[in-house]
């Protein structure tokens, strides 16, 4: 729980935990309260970017913009009072890292990264990689090429990248459609892109999940996975006139059953849950009546939250 974690960061509190059952407990009952003001714009508060669940097979990792990953031994701190500073993550900066992952080593897998220019990298997460105890080197990158994203790849998800022009592209991630790739590997180009074009953002997937795409004047679009066309068959991309937008610019993409952190240039945040929310057919837009934006306030950085209730 990333709550758990800034007290820890910011040494106000100690925590002991004796096991299990305390820490699900401890955990649910902090995500539980996190989540209870939602759909409200207030004046920003501390913004919890990563929330997992704890079991014996848990691995976790961050990844740097720059391509690098650091194991995190969480096993060892979880008792102390300690700070995610350079020593806990092989002298990074933490403020280079742009993700954290969680995943299950009795199971296959695979590092998924996207870069700006469509460069896109899958690699198995091996035991070589899970016992080092160095941060390492995934992926070179460039400062004009930075990683936008990246995940933990499932077999039966789907992979949607939007552009800054607003095409949207749909990729199956099974194996057989995305081979993995060797470390060494700077992995392919998923898709061609015009002059001026950028890769902005991606998410994954279900089938028949709903899409929403975020702009920088917020703005909410929603989208069901099945209307966009498959990038295998059509190589141009799907574009849905009513996803298009002026004078704004397409920020990131998320699917409706997670929640969503914004926050402003005005130092305003505000976390919004979807399944509270109506959608006008017409436009495709989410009506959000409390985000009463200021003149020249727009969104300026975005995160994302699972919903672990159910």
């Known amino acids: ?32 309260k996190l989540i209870e003001n939602d759909n409200k714009l207030i004046i920003k508060k501390n913004i919890y970017q990563f929330i997992c669940d704890i079991d014996d ?7 740097t913009y720059t391509g690098k990953v650091i194991n995190i031994d969480w096993k060892r701190y979880i008792n102390c009072d300690y700070k995610l500073d350079y020593k806990l993550l092989s002298n990074i900066n933490p403020y280079e890292i742009i993700n954290f992952h969680n995943f299950n080593n009795s199971q296959e897998n695979y590092l998924c990264i996207l870069c700006k220019d469509g460069r896109f990298k899958k690699i198995l997460y091996d035991n070589e990689m899970q016992k080092t105890n160095r941060a390492f080197t995934i992926i070179k990158t460039t400062k ?22 607003g095409r949207l ?15 060494q590997a700077q992995g392919t180009v998923l898709n061609k892109l015009f002059p001026q074009e950028e890769i902005i953002s991606c998410c994954t997937c279900k089938t028949n999940d709903q899409i929403v795409i975020i702009t920088k004047n917020g703005n909410f679009f929603c989208i069901n996975e099945n209307e966009i066309y498959n990038s295998y068959n059509s190589k141009l ?16 993409l998320i699917t409706d059953n997670q929640y969503c952190e914004i ?39 975005i995160y994302f939250s699972k919903n672990l209730i159910d």
């Open 57 to 63: 097979n848990l691995n976790l990792f961050a990844l």
């Open 263 to 301: 926050v402003t240039n005005k130092e305003r945040s505000a976390k919004i849950n979807f399944s509270k929310l109506k959608i006008n057919m017409n436009t495709k837009k989410f009506q959000i009546d409390f985000l009463d934006f200021k003149d020249d306030e727009y969104i300026n950085n």
């Open 169 to 183: 592209f749909k990729y199956k991630l099974e194996n057989k459609y995305i081979a993995p790739v060797s470390k």
């Open 144 to 165: 004009e090429n930075k990683i936008l994203n990246s995940f933990i790849s499932k077999q039966n998800m789907k992979l949607i990248i939007i552009t800054s022009i």
């Open 237 to 252: 991309g799907f574009i849905d006139e009513k996803l298009q937008i002026k004078n704004d610019a397409y920020l990131g």
């Open 1 to 32: 729980n990333k709550q758990i974690l800034d007290e820890f960061i910011n040494n106000k509190t100690k925590i002991t935990i004796d096991n299990k059952f305390n820490v699900k407990n401890l955990l649910f009952n902090n995500y539980k």
